[in-house]
C-alpha cells in the first residue's frame, strides 16, 4: 500500500511539472476556428470559436487586437480592441465593410497571460472567411453606374443600380450613410447632384469644337475645388440621408482623377433604426461598382527607382528606414495608402514600430515609412565583424494589387567603442497594482572593458512607479 501511495505521489508530481512547464511554453491557445461573416454584415465571436488554456478563476487574462498591422483588417474591423479571454457570446464582434474583392481577411491578436509574478504573452492570428450572404437588404440592380469618359459623369442611383430590401414597420427608421474620409471612397471621383451647363455652338464652328469644349469644362469642373465653378453642379456634403430619399435625390459619381482603374466603388452603410428604442436593429454595408471607360484594370505598385533599398545599421543601435532607404509608387493609388507586406523576415534582429519598438511587426504603411515610425532593431549579439541580412517586401495598393517581391539589403556594423551600451530592451508588460522583475530577457547591457563596474541610474520616468533593487527604493543599481 505505501508502494503504490508513493507512485501514486509521484506520477502527481511529474504531472504537475508537465503542467507548468506547459503553462510557460506551450500554446496558450487552446481552439481558434476563426470567423465566418457574410459580406457587409457582422458577426460575434462564440465561445467555440476561440479558446485558450487558462481556467476563468485562475489567472487574468486578456485579448488584444494589433492595430498597427495594416495587412490584417483589411476589410473590416474586430471590436473592442481589448477583451477578457473568456468573453461573452455577444461581446467580440467582427463588422466587415462591405468590400466584395476578397474572400478572406486576417486579425492579428496578443493574448495575454497574467499570475502574481509573470506575464505570459503569445501573438496568434484570427482566419475569416468572408462569403456571399443569401439575404442581404442591400441589392445591386441589372444597370450598373458608368462614366463614359475621363472626366466624366455618371447618370443618377436609382432604383435600377441598388435597391433596399427590408421589412416596412412604423418603428422602423432606414438611413444610408456616407464617409469619404473613414473609407476612402469614391478613390477617384465626387458624388455631386445637378445637371451641369452644356457647351452650346458658336456661330460657324465645326460641331467636333463643340465637343472639345465639353471636355475642357468637364475637367475644369472636376478639378473645381469650390461649387463656384462647378457650372451646375453642387458637391454632396452629407453624410446621412433617408433611404428612400438616396434614390430619389439625383446623386451622381464624378470622375476626377485620372489615370484611375476601370472600376471605381461608393461605400454605403444602411442602418435600420428602433426608433422606439434608439438602438440599431440592422446594419449593412456594401461598395456599388462604378465602371469608367476608358481607365485600364488596376495595376500593381513597383519599387522606386530612387530609393537605395540598402540600410545601414550601427550594432546594437534602432535604426529608423526612410523613403531613401525603402519606398515605391502606384499610379492609381496615392502613397499614402500603400501598404508593405513583409514576406521574409530578417534573420537575426526585426522590424518593428516606433509606436512600440519592443515589438515586431510584420508590415506597415507608406506614411509611417515617410514618417520615419519603421526602424529595424538589430540582433543583441556582439560580432567582429560586418553582418548582412535581407528583408523582402511586397507592397500592397488601395484595391490590393501587389507588387513583386522587393529586396531590401541590412549592413550591421561592429561597433568600435568601449563605452557601455544597451543591447537590448524590450519592456514590461504587467497589471494595474503588479510588480515585476527585470530580467536578461527585457533588459541588457553591453562593455567590452569591464561590466561589473558599470552602473545604472534612473534619470527619468516612474511617473505610475517605482524601481526598487533588492527591496530598496534607488534611482541607481548596479548590472551584477
Known amino acids: 500500500m505505501g508502494s503504490r501511495g508513493h507512485t501514486l505521489a509521484l506520477t502527481l508530481l511529474v504531472v504537475h511539472l508537465l503542467l507548468l512547464t506547459c503553462s510557460s511554453h506551450c500554446s496558450l491557445v487552446k481552439v481558434n476556428k476563426g470567423l465566418k461573416v457574410k459580406r457587409g454584415q457582422s458577426a460575434f465571436l462564440q465561445e467555440g470559436d476561440l479558446q485558450f488554456h487558462i481556467p476563468v478563476q485562475k489567472d487574468a487574462c486578456k485579448v488584444e487586437v494589433v492595430l498597427n498591422e495594416p495587412i490584417t483588417q483589411r476589410v473590416g474591423k474586430l471590436v473592442p480592441q481589448v477583451f477578457d479571454c473568456h468573453y461573452l457570446s455577444d461581446e467580440v464582434k467582427y463588422v466587415h465593410n462591405g468590400c466584395p474583392l476578397l474572400k478572406q481577411d486576417t486579425i492579428k491578436l496578443r493574448l495575454y497571460r497574467f499570475t502574481e509574478t509573470e506575464t505570459y504573452m503569445e501573438v496568434f492570428t484570427l482566419h475569416v472567411d468572408i462569403i456571399a450572404p443569401e439575404c442581404n437588404i442591400i441589392k445591386m440592380g441589372p444597370k450598373s453606374l458608368h462614366v463614359s469618359e475621363f472626366y466624366g459623369l455618371s447618370d443618377a442611383i436609382d432604383g435600377n443600380m441598388v435597391s433596399f430590401h427590408y421589412e416596412k414597420k412604423s418603428n422602423l427608421e432606414c438611413t444610408i450613410h456616407l464617409s469619404h474620409q473613414e473609407s476612402h471612397l469614391p478613390a477617384h471621383g465626387q458624388l455631386v447632384t445637378g445637371d451641369p451647363e452644356r457647351a452650346t455652338k458658336r456661330g ?30 453642387k458637391l454632396v456634403t452629407f453624410t446621412k440621408v433617408p433611404c428612400e430619399d438616396f434614390l430619389l435625390i439625383g446623386i451622381k459619381y464624378q470622375h476626377i482623377d485620372p489615370p484611375s482603374p476601370d472600376v471605381d466603388y461608393i461605400a454605403i452603410r444602411l442602418d435600420l433604426k428602433d426608433t422606439r428604442s434608439g438602438s440599431i436593429y440592422q446594419s449593412e454595408q456594401a461598395w456599388v461598382p462604378v465602371r469608367i471607360a476608358g481607365a485600364m484594370p488596376n495595376q500593381p505598385p513597383k519599387p522606386s527607382f530612387m530609393s537605395m533599398f540598402i540600410l545601414e545599421v550601427d550594432q546594437f543601435i534602432l535604426t529608423p528606414l526612410s523613403t531613401a532607404t525603402l519606398d515605391a509608387e ?56 560586418r553582418r548582412n541580412y535581407e528583408v523582402e517586401v511586397e507592397v500592397h495598393d488601395f484595391f490590393f494589387e501587389k507588387s513583386p517581391s522587393i529586396t531590401m539589403h541590412t549592413s550591421v556594423r561592429n561597433a568600435d567603442t568601449n563605452a557601455p551600451r544597451v543591447s537590448w530592451n524590450m519592456g514590461l508588460s504587467l497589471l494595474e497594482g503588479q510588480s515585476r522583475p527585470i530580467t536578461w530577457d527585457q533588459f541588457q547591457i553591453v562593455d567590452n572593458d569591464n561590466l561589473n563596474v558599470v552602473r545604472v541610474i534612473t534619470v527619468d520616468g516612474l511617473l505610475h512607479g517605482q524601481l526598487t533593487v533588492r527591496g530598496t527604493n534607488t534611482a541607481k543599481t548596479q548590472t551584477n
Open 330 to 385: 502606384d499610379e492609381e493609388t496615392p502613397k499614402q495608402l500603400l501598404v508593405f507586406n513583409i514576406t521574409k523576415h530578417p534573420e537575426e534582429g526585426f522590424i518593428t514600430h516606433l509606436s512600440d519598438h519592443t515589438r515586431p511587426v510584420s508590415s506597415f504603411t507608406w506614411l509611417d515609412l515617410n514618417d520615419m515610425l519603421i526602424a529595424y532593431q538589430p540582433p543583441n549579439s556582439s560580432h567582429s565583424q
Open 204 to 233: 460657324d464652328e465645326p460641331e467636333s469644337f463643340i465637343y472639345l469644349r465639353q471636355q475642357l469644362d468637364n475637367k475644369a469642373r472636376a478639378l473645381c475645388k469650390s461649387e463656384d465653378c462647378l457650372k451646375g453642379l
